[in-house]
Nanobody, 127 residues
C-alpha cells in the first residue's frame, strides 16, 4: 500500500503554472514533516519546500516567491508552481519524515534525511 502518492505533473511553457498533489496515509500525514523534493536528469535531489505538522513552511531560495506549499484536512499536501522556468524541469517527489526539524536543519541536506518517498510526478517546462 502506497503511503505517499503524487499527481499533477505535466508539460507547460515557460511562465506557466502547475499544482502538484500528494495523498498521504493518515499516519504519515499527521506525524511527519512533509516536503517536496525534485531531481533533474543528471543532478542531485534538491528539496524545494517543506511543511511541518504545525503548518510552518520553508522554501529553497531557488523557488521562493514562485512555489507555495500547503496542506488540507484530507491528508493532502500540495505544491503550487507558478512562473515556471526550464530549470524547474524535474521529477518531483513527495517525502515525509518524523524526525526532520524544519527550522533547525538546512534545506539543502533534506534529501538525505527523509524516510518516506512517493513515486514522483514529472514536471517539464519548455522554453
Amino acid at each position: 500500500q502506497e503511503q505517499l502518492a503524487e499527481s499533477g505533473g505535466g508539460s507547460v511553457p515557460t511562465g506557466g503554472s502547475l499544482k502538484l498533489s500528494c495523498k498521504a496515509s493518515g499516519y504519515i500525514y499527521h506525524n511527519n514533516t512533509m516536503a517536496w523534493i525534485r531531481q533533474a536528469p543528471g543532478k542531485q535531489r534538491e528539496a524545494v519546500a517543506g511543511m511541518n505538522t504545525n503548518g510552518k513552511t520553508k522554501y529553497a531560495d531557488s523557488v521562493k516567491g514562485r512555489f507555495t506549499i500547503s496542506r488540507d484536512n484530507a491528508n493532502n499536501m500540495y505544491l503550487q508552481l507558478d512562473r515556471l522556468q526550464p530549470e524547474d524541469t524535474a521529477m518531483y517527489y513527495c517525502a515525509a519524515d518524523p524526525n526532520v526539524r524544519l527550522v533547525e536543519i538546512d534545506i539543502r541536506v533534506w534529501p538525505t534525511l527523509f524516510q518516506y518517498w512517493g513515486q514522483g510526478t514529472q514536471v517539464t517546462v519548455s522554453s
